[in-house]
């Protein structure tokens, strides 16, 4: 008999509701992670077994392990963060999903291409030399987790501010006035299907703490948490719209299959109700961490806690049983 597939992670980000969700569905579990994190990881006995490096260039020296064990890697936020694009792409060991895509979520150019073919409504971009006549956010490029960022309410504010990106690749939006969700979603290859497992919304230093005192500070974006949301169920449809509409849009514009797995839409929506999408995710986003028991739209399709950790780990079963694996591994 073939040895059964290990599923192994980074151990950061959401590597805990991975290998839960791993485990749940019965396979062996494998953790990569730091050796000052070992203790904290070796507590939890879903972990079957983990693997201490003392930095994230060790990483390639452990594959051959990796493969010996038949794992296969679920990448999540630490990923390209830590290893490098380069590092991800030339990963031996087979990993869920689409690598081609981490090209299209890393430049704001694409994505901007990706959002326009998919019709949804996005925040507007103020091209070079555009007179600024109202609040905007100015994000450099491959700034994460809300780092990176400025607010300016006028020109005068804008050059002064610009200053500090002088020389670097940024991005111009108009500063919308609403509130963020973010919903997170899974696309199945094998049965073509979408679904919307949970909403989160972020929670912000300092942004979400200027309401508590008045004081003239400047924003920021970092994020340091994350808050379990239930939105409207009138806008649930349209949520559920623009998440069809990007990954029909991905599967004419990224090879071979577009986008599937898990996504997060970073929407904000206005008082007019409207979503606006500011990014597009395009793996399991660490929001879904406030749901390792499910959520209430995960539990009205599966009547059982289905984390998306645990939905990525039910569809590499059901790959291995249909035996289309390469459908879904890179
Ligand atoms: P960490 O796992 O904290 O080392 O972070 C790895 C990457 O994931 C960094 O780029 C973080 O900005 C991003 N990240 C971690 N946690 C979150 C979160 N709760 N929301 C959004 N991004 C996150
Ligand atoms: P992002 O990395 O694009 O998800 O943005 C990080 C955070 O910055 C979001 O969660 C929002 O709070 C804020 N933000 C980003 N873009 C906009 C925008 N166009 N208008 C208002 N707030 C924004």
């Not at 579990?29 to 730091?34: E, K, Y």
């Not at 904290?40 to 493969?67: H, M, R, V």
């Not at 559920?240 to 509409?245: E, G, I, Q, T």
């Not at 990014?279 to 009547?303: H, K, Q, W």
């Amino acid at each position: 008999m073939a040895q059964a597939h290990t599923i192994a992670t980074l151990g950061s980000h959401s590597a805990l509701q991975i290998l839960k969700g791993a485990k749940d569905e019965g396979f062996p579990t494998l953790l990569i992670t730091l050796k000052n994190r070992l203790d904290f990881y070796l507590q939890f006995p879903f972990i079957d077994e983990c693997l201490g490096i003392d930095d994230y260039a060790q990483f390639s020296s452990l594959e051959t392990q990796l493969l010996q064990k038949n794992s296969i890697l679920i990448p999540h936020g630490s990923f390209v963060a830590y290893l490098g694009m380069e590092g991800n792409k030339h990963l031996k060991v087979p990993y869920f999903g689409n690598k081609e895509v981490l090209d299209w979520e890393a430049s704001r150019d694409l994505q901007l291409q990706w959002m326009q073919a998919s019709s949804v409504n996005i925040p507007r971009i103020f091209i070079a030399g555009e007179p600024i006549d109202r609040p905007v956010i100015v994000k450099l490029f491959g700034a994460a987790g809300g780092e990176g960022y400025f607010v300016a309410h006028d020109q005068q504010e804008f050059d002064l501010k610009l200053t500090k990106f002088s020389g670097q690749k940024y991005i111009v939006q108009e500063y919308l006035v609403g509130v963020t969700m973010y919903p997170h979603f899974f696309y199945s290859p094998l049965t073509k299907s979408l679904e919307l497992l949970s909403v989160d919304r972020r929670y912000e230093t300092n942004a979400d703490a200027l309401g508590r005192i008045s004081a003239n500070i400047d924003p920021s974006f970092v994020v340091v948490g994350n808050i379990p949301l239930v939105i409207r169920e009138s806008l649930l449809p349209e949520a559920f719209s623009m998440a069809k509409r990007i990954i029909a849009a991905s599967q004419k514009l990224i090879d071979p299959q577009g986008l599937y797995g898990p996504f997060c839409l970073e929407t904000i929506v206005t008082p007019d109700q409207k979503f606006h999408i500011m990014e597009i995710s395009c793996r399991i986003v660490a929001g879904t961490n406030a749901f390792i028991n499910g959520s209430p739209y995960s539990y009205l399709l599966y009547d059982q806690p289905m984390s998306t950790g645990r939905r990525i780990a039910r569809e590499i079963k059901l790959a291995i049983k249909q035996n289309k694996l390469d459908l879904i591994l890179n």
